[in-house]
């Protein structure tokens, strides 16, 4: 790209004198070519010239680039934080994650302050479409109270800096809600999960499997339903160590993201409703050494671009 905007800054000198070039194409006609271009690559070639400038500035441009329902994703803001923005300073701002919700049980500490976050929202820098973050401290955990079972754990691999970790329990059970303004796209749920209990030591990061049982006797149930009456479910053991041995994947001391399935918004109106679960409820047996971290919620052909490593 670096060669490309060179060339054509050359070609835009040369047209002093008397032929035409880059600098002669009318603003309209550039923010006309932008429509059809990422974000990235419009940033990029704002950098030509005046024209290219002010076409990449334009609120048409901008606006394109946003979800149909953009302005319900603002309302979910102060409204100071996003009066008289330009609709790339809008792009701009819903592009960083941002927390929503009442924000009652979670938080995390940055710089000495303290933010109350149940989860997250954002848009996709280079396609403009709607991800989506939920917290473990957003969901509803059988025994989460009782220390014996699980126990909040601080680190910096969670966006929200904090995940569940479950010691050991036999009645297991994640349960979430979420209501959202979903712009019409096709969704992927899934749950991101860790087994053992990771630390630093000596700089270095470590895992211990001491707590680590019970996973690999009964299959975990992941599932979801939407407000409209679409379901998807499936099943896998969290810990088949003989099975991935032989496969060559290891489950174990890594992040996993278990995809639980899709769903259909054919309009953001009304309000999507999404209900989804993990559980292992077959008490005969006890189970533990196991982090949760959060449910994610990003459209689909995103989620597969990014699935390097992911099992399921």
């Not at 006797?217 to 979801?224: A, D, L, N």
Request: with cysteine; aromatic share 12%.
């Amino acid at each position: 790209m670096g060669a490309s905007l060179s060339s054509l800054t050359e070609s835009n000198g040369s047209s002093n004198g008397g032929g035409s070039g880059f600098g002669d194409i009318p603003e309209s006609c550039v923010a006309c070519v932008f429509l059809y271009l990422t974000p990235p690559e419009i940033c990029n070639l704002a950098r030509l010239n005046r024209a290219f400038r002010g076409a990449a500035s334009s609120d048409s441009v901008w606006e394109s680039k946003l979800p149909s329902n953009y302005h319900d994703i603002l309302n979910l803001m102060p409204p100071e934080r996003h009066q008289n923005l330009t609709k790339k300073d809008i792009f701009a701002l819903l592009s960083r994650p941002f927390p929503f919700g009442d924000g009652s049980k979670a938080f995390y500490y940055v710089a000495g302050f303290v933010f109350l976050i149940l989860q997250e929202v954002w848009l996709d820098r280079v396609t403009g479409r709607v991800c989506m973050s939920i917290s473990a401290k957003g969901m509803a955990i059988t025994g989460i109270d009782d220390r014996r079972y699980w126990n909040w754990v601080p680190t910096e691999e969670s966006r929200f800096h904090v995940v569940a970790y479950l010691q050991q329990i036999w009645w297991f059970e994640v349960d979430g809600v979420i209501k959202f303004p979903f712009p019409a796209d096709i969704y992927t749920l899934s749950f991101r999960i860790h087994l053992g209990k990771f630390s630093k030591r000596l700089g270095r990061r470590v895992c211990s499997f001491e707590h680590t049982h019970g996973w690999d006797i009964k299959p975990v149930r992941f599932e979801f339903s939407t407000s409209d009456g679409q379901q998807a479910s499936t099943q896998c053991c969290l810990d088949a160590t003989q099975q991935d041995k032989a496969n060559g994947n290891h489950k174990r001391g890594c992040w996993i993201e278990y995809k639980v399935g899709q769903f259909i918004v054919k309009e953001s109106d009304p309000t999507t409703e999404v209900r989804f679960s993990m559980k292992q409820i077959d008490c005969t047996h006890s189970k533990g050494g196991l982090c949760v971290d959060c449910v994610s919620i990003i459209p689909s052909d995103l989620k597969d671009r990014r699935r390097i490593g992911v099992l399921k």
